[in-house]
């Protein structure tokens, strides 16, 4: 099991300018520090800025079938990194 394991930022770019040699460049307006801790199986942990309490993330019905997990290991439904991007994109 590993926790606490830190991935790149993910960073977002604005406010778009021409290098020296005329090229379209961006600063880096914003980087998000996000932590997640592997629990057990699928289950993950994601400390998320903006959110005062930690978000689960899991798998539940066909995404666990799909990926072949058991739906009887599971230790509860948990929303799917899948499901949050949806939810983000379509608002």
Do not use: C, W
């Amino acid at each position: 099991m590993r926790s606490g394991r830190l991935r790149p930022p993910l960073l977002y770019y604005l406010d778009l300018k021409k290098n020296n040699k005329g090229e379209t460049m961006s600063d880096v307006v914003y980087v998000s520090k996000v932590r997640i801790e592997r629990k057990a199986g699928p289950l993950r942990i994601a400390y998320l800025p903006g959110e005062a309490q930690p978000v689960a993330f899991s798998v539940h019905g066909a995404i666990a079938q799909h990926y072949k997990v058991d739906p009887a290991t599971l230790t509860g439904s948990h929303a799917s990194t899948l499901d949050y991007v949806v939810a983000a994109t379509a608002g």
